[in-house]
């Protein structure tokens, strides 16, 4: 079983920065790619920023060049630095794995992390 642990949400005025961590574990053969999406009531949950293991990275339009995802391959943890915080960022924060299990593809879900951004 996969579990993957969000931490670093919170309440940040606009113009700030926080950053998320998203640590896996269990039993996995690799981590092909990680991602953080995100979800405001109401609406579907988005794709934020996605990275291969390779390292390529992808973002959605609306965070690039605030937003920079990262991983540490030895600690098998993504990150997500986020700067220049708007009120439209305001969401839960979920973090996506994409792995080898039994030679085969899976994929888990973080449990979401409350990020609130106002003054």
């Known amino acids: 079983q996969v579990q993957l642990v969000e931490s670093g949400g919170g309440l940040v005025q606009p113009g700030g920065s926080l950053r998320l961590s998203c640590a896996a574990s269990g039993s996995f053969e690799s981590i092909t790619a990680m991602a953080w999406f995100r979800q405001v009531p109401g609406k579907q949950r988005e794709l934020v920023a996605h990275?291969?293991?390779?390292?390529?990275?992808n973002y959605v339009n609306g965070v690039k060049g605030r937003f920079t995802i990262s991983t540490d391959n030895a600690k098998n943890t993504v990150y997500l630095q986020m700067n220049s915080l708007k009120p439209e960022d305001t969401a839960v924060y979920y973090c996506?794995?994409?792995?080898?299990?039994?030679?085969?593809?899976?994929?888990?879900w973080g449990q979401g992390t409350q990020v609130t951004v106002s003054s």
């Open positions: 990275i291969t293991s390779g390292g390529i990275t």
């Open positions: 996506y794995g994409s792995m080898i299990i039994e030679r085969a593809q899976s994929a888990a």
